[in-house]
């Protein structure tokens, strides 16, 4: 349940895990993690300004968040992963969160730009991406560095998609949640008002 901003699958995904960040209703949101380094990601030690050596090697994309049913995470999450259990058992895993959090308002405060939330679903026994929103600059960066791949700039059935993602399906996502009376819109704007603030207030009085 992890993809590029180009709704492509990832490579070596076995190095990668989900996180989740906040369960709100019948949904999760959740980010990818990773023992190894990746497009545009950086260690979780270097996003907190750590002092010490704690996290310096669990890497995520700051930007990049993901959404799905609680069902559907359930099916997927691996609880007993190593990365998980060395995050979540760190004293600095509800700052981790916190910050999450609060980038993950702000842009959707700021009408998507700046990140991407993409939805996965189950459907025909595959896990399928959507997106809700993704910033059009990060995502072409990301679209001309899958370019460069010679795994994928010389196999015409994998671009070929990259192109169709990004031309197509991104442009009809970001105008519908930039609409704000679309259900999409209604739906992320309901769970940042409702929710999100509450849970940024309740970890901030937890974590002082």
Same mark, same amino acid.
């Given at each position: 349940? !992890?993809?590029?901003? &180009?709704?492509?699958?990832?490579?070596?995904?076995?190095?990668?895990?989900?996180?989740?960040?906040?369960?709100?209703?019948?949904?999760?949101?959740?980010?990818?993690?990773? #023992?190894?380094?990746?497009?545009?990601?950086?260690?979780?030690?270097?996003?907190?300004?750590?002092?010490?050596?704690?996290?310096?090697?669990?890497?995520?994309?700051?930007?990049?968040?993901?959404?799905?049913?609680?069902?559907?995470?359930?099916?997927?999450?691996?609880?007993?992963?190593? &990365?998980?259990?060395?995050?979540?058992? #760190?004293? @600095?895993?509800?700052?981790?969160?916190?910050?999450?959090?609060?980038?993950?308002?702000?842009?959707?405060?700021?009408?998507?730009?700046?990140?991407?939330? !993409?939805?996965?679903?189950?459907?025909?026994? @595959?896990?399928?991406?959507?997106?809700?929103?993704?910033?059009?600059?990060?995502?072409?960066?990301?679209?001309?560095? &899958?370019?460069?791949?010679?795994?994928?700039?010389?196999?015409?059935?994998?671009?070929?998609?990259?192109?169709?993602?990004? !031309?197509?399906?991104?442009?009809?996502?970001?105008?519908?949640?930039?609409?704000?009376? #679309?259900? !999409?819109?209604?739906?992320?704007?309901?769970?940042?008002?409702?929710?999100?603030?509450?849970?940024?207030?309740?970890?901030?009085?937890?974590?002082?």
């Amino acid at each position: 349940m !992890i993809c590029t901003r &180009l709704l492509s699958p990832i490579k070596n995904h076995q190095q990668k895990t989900i996180l989740p960040i906040i369960e709100v209703d019948d949904f999760v949101i959740y980010k990818m993690i990773s #023992s190894d380094l990746f497009y545009n990601a950086k260690a979780i030690n270097q996003y907190l300004n750590l002092k010490n050596d704690d996290l310096k090697e669990i890497f995520f994309d700051e930007n990049v968040y993901f959404i799905c049913s609680n069902k559907l995470f359930d099916n997927e999450f691996e609880k007993d992963h190593q &990365l998980i259990k060395e995050l979540k058992n #760190s004293i @600095y895993f509800h700052e981790f969160v916190l910050k999450q959090l609060k980038n993950f308002k702000e842009i959707v405060t700021n009408d998507g730009n700046g990140g991407s939330l !993409i939805l996965f679903d189950y459907m025909r026994g @595959y896990h399928k991406p959507f997106y809700v929103f993704s910033d059009i600059e990060q995502t072409k960066k990301e679209l001309d560095y &899958l370019l460069e791949l010679p795994e994928i700039k010389e196999d015409i059935n994998y671009y070929l998609p990259l192109y169709d993602n990004y !031309i197509t399906k991104l442009k009809k996502a970001n105008e519908a949640f930039n609409n704000k009376t #679309s259900q !999409i819109f209604l739906f992320v704007d309901q769970l940042l008002k409702n929710k999100i603030d509450a849970i940024i207030e309740d970890i901030e009085n937890n974590v002082k």
